[in-house]
């Protein structure tokens, strides 16, 4: 068991186009810092995104958004699914 | 006696015969108002349902001609209509499906000074634009007017579907504050699209759409879908209305403020007038480049920063200032995100100027990447 990390296309372009990727269990931060970790420009674009006033990418733990339970501090475990949500536009 | 007359009794009857919507339901329909805005991917499955459905009155907004790579997943419009206005085509295609409906046409952009005027009136909004800056100005229409907003945007193999606006629910600015900045998110022309999956997002905002209309089910307020057409799943996350939202929470927003489409379609391959970028700008000018910089903003915008050596020519008074641009140099344009330079550089090349380049991003990204002493905002 670990942590799923489900990526939107949108940043797994920047991770050698893989969307799905497990982490061990930790908090949000440790987590996305793993995933990101063999890519550092997948690291960089999820920083930007995801600093203050500048949120078009939301980080979920299964369905609720961290920015509501915690933030990066929040603590996922073995099973539970973090979704990466960024904006797209496209119609 | 029923609103509804005998052809149209029987056009319905699968609905009417549904106890959730009945004859009373389908004269709701009948007497209801739906904007769709964008006639593309998404507004195709949209007006085409809706005006299946029998609502009563639908307004479509579009500015753009039908073209072939449109067809791929704009099932609206037909062979028969490339070159044609979207709107004449939709129409054409409605009115053969449904003769009952009314249609208002609205062949212009939305914007800050027509949002309101347009959106006002109708019961329920849905958004099928392909481009952030619409998507935020359809957003802060909806919250300004308490009209609910049946969200919908595709990317690739991806979708997301949402209520916003609706009585006591988030708005889109409650999910996404701000839009991303130019080049961060890719719209559909650079990154491509399963032509069925507007289908699918289509389809889910146009159920939304009745629903609201109806007053039946559960309507996605608070929740957004999100669609992954590969792996075939369907995932639903909360969306909380934020206190901080600046449009529904704050209540800062109190008017419409143009946004700068930072995700605009670029222009095609070959074309005159090509994207130049920051980091390009910078490093031909450390080499002896000299282009006459041309900054196309407002003059609040000049006071917040600028770029050295640049000169102020807001977009709308470049017309009549023709004459002050010198014909013999390089001509490089920027402003705030990079869309009304591109305005400015057609403009420019139709006025008879050979030379002249597109700042890509903008001031924001030669912020982000060359000066970091230039103010965001
Ligand atoms: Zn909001």
């Known amino acids: ?59 979920y733990l299964n369905d609720e958004d961290t920015r509501f339970s915690g933030g990066f501090e929040t603590y996922a475990a073995d099973g539970d699914e973090v979704t990466i949500v960024s904006a797209i536009a496209g119609g | 006696m029923s609103l509804l007359s005998g052809p149209e009794l029987a056009r319905y009857d699968r609905h009417i015969i549904l106890p959730e919507v009945g004859l009373a339901g389908q004269e709701r329909l009948k007497q209801s108002r739906v904007l769709i805005v964008g006639c593309g991917g998404l507004g195709s499955p949209v007006a085409l349902y809706l005006a299946a459905a029998g609502v009563g009155h639908l307004g479509l907004v579009d500015f753009d001609q039908v073209d072939a790579s449109n067809l791929q997943r704009q099932i609206l419009h037909g062979t028969s209509t490339i070159g044609r206005s979207k709107l004449e085509s939709a129409e054409a295609r409605l009115l053969n499906l449904n003769p009952y409906v009314r249609f208002e046409r609205y062949e212009t952009r939305l914007s800050a000074q027509n949002a309101l005027e347009i959106i006002r009136g109708y019961d329920v909004v849905v958004d099928g634009t392909d481009n952030f800056a619409t998507r935020y100005l359809v957003n802060d229409a ?159 915008e000049w006071t917040i920063g600028r770029i050295d050596g640049a000169v102020l020519i807001p977009l709308g008074a470049l017309p009549r200032r023709l004459a002050e641009i010198p014909a013999d140099r390089d001509v490089v344009v920027y402003c705030k995100g990079g869309v009304r330079s591109r305005q400015a550089v057609e403009a420019l090349l139709e006025a008879g100027f050979g030379r002249v380049e597109n700042l890509e991003g903008g001031i924001l990204a030669w912020s982000a990447e060359i000066d970091p002493s230039i103010p965001r905002y």
């Open chain 2, 142 to 300: 909806c919250v300004l007017l308490g009209v609910p907003n049946a969200y919908g945007s595709i990317y690739r193999f991806e979708g997301q579907a949402s209520v916003f606006a609706a009585d006591g629910g988030p708005c889109y600015r409650c999910l996404f504050r701000q839009p991303p900045p130019a080049g961060a998110v890719p719209n559909c022309a650079e990154g491509g699209v399963l032509g069925v999956l507007p289908g699918l997002v289509g389809t889910i905002q146009a159920t939304e759409a009745i629903k609201l209309l109806l007053g039946i089910g559960r309507p996605l307020v608070g929740e957004l879908l999100l669609v992954d057409a590969l792996e075939m799943r369907f995932r639903r996350v909360k969306v909380r209305k934020d206190p901080g939202c600046p449009a529904c929470g704050t209540r800062t927003i109190q008017s419409l403020e143009e946004i700068d489409a930072v995700c605009e379609l670029p222009p095609p391959e070959g074309a005159p007038g090509r994207d130049l970028s920051v980091a390009a700008l910078a490093e031909r000018r450390r080499s002896g480049w000299n282009p006459y910089l041309l900054d196309v903003r407002e003059p609040h």
């Open chain 1, 1 to 59: 068991m670990a942590v799923t990390v489900v990526l939107p296309s949108v940043l797994a372009r920047f991770a050698g186009g893989q969307r799905t990727h497990a982490s061990p269990a930790g908090t949000i931060e440790e987590v996305l810092a793993r995933v990101a970790q063999p890519y550092p420009e997948l690291g960089k674009r999820l920083a930007d995104a995801t600093r203050d006033g500048n949120e078009f990418v939301t980080v």
